[in-house]
């Protein structure tokens, strides 16, 4: 029995690992996608990002798509800066549902793993059918920002650590056209 419980979990592992394909970033998928590079227009400084940044596109088996967005500096950095983005295109509205509410939990989970508080900022950025912002805040005070929102079968998603707007316009002015561009988007075109 305990054989035949490892060979079922081992088809489950590779069902699962085989429910998903990683791509290649499409063109088209960029202007989706907050980068760091973006973030000096509004007096974040950061050099050389490409060395810092990677992108991807999973497909998975039931025709969703995320097309993410990472930025880390290195730990020993004098002013380090994380960042992630996902965009979310699900099938259906009550999956994207799901998603917006396990991506709203993860996000909150890892702040506090990370010894950070969270502060919700109710109003600070009402975007699509569901949204919130929150401000990270650690020991000296305010170092980030999460952010997310489903507009119909997508969901946008935004993890910014280590720099954080507290001005609702310049996020607005930030965020705006990846959010348009993304309610336009079709990811199987």
């Known amino acids: 029995m305990v054989s035949w ?7 489950v ?13 499409d063109e088209k998928d960029l202007p989706l996608l907050l980068t760091a590079g973006e973030l000096v227009e509004y007096g974040i ?14 497909r998975y088996f039931d025709g969703s798509v995320d097309v993410d967005y990472e930025f880390e500096t290195p730990g020993d950095a004098a002013d380090p800066l994380y960042m992630a983005v996902t965009v979310t295109f699900e099938r259906t509205v009550r999956d994207a549902k799901a998603s917006y509410l396990a991506e709203r939990g993860a996000s909150l989970v890892v ?4 010894g950070m508080e969270t502060e919700a900022l109710p109003g600070f950025f009402d975007y699509g059918d569901d949204s919130y912002f929150v401000l990270l805040k650690g020991e000296q005070g305010p170092v980030g920002n999460v952010f997310g929102t489903r507009v119909g079968k997508k969901v946008y998603f935004v993890l910014l650590a280590g720099a954080y707007f507290d001005d609702p316009e310049q996020w607005s002015d930030w965020v705006m056209p990846k959010l348009r561009y993304m309610e336009a988007y079709n990811p199987q075109a």
């Open 111 to 114: 702040g506090r793993i990370g």
């Open 13 to 25: 592992l590779l069902f699962l690992a085989a429910g998903c394909t990683k791509q290649s970033i």
């Open 45 to 58: 400084p950061v050099d050389s990002t490409e060395q810092f940044e990677s992108f991807g596109r999973t």
């Open 5 to 11: 419980t490892r060979k079922g979990l081992l088809l």
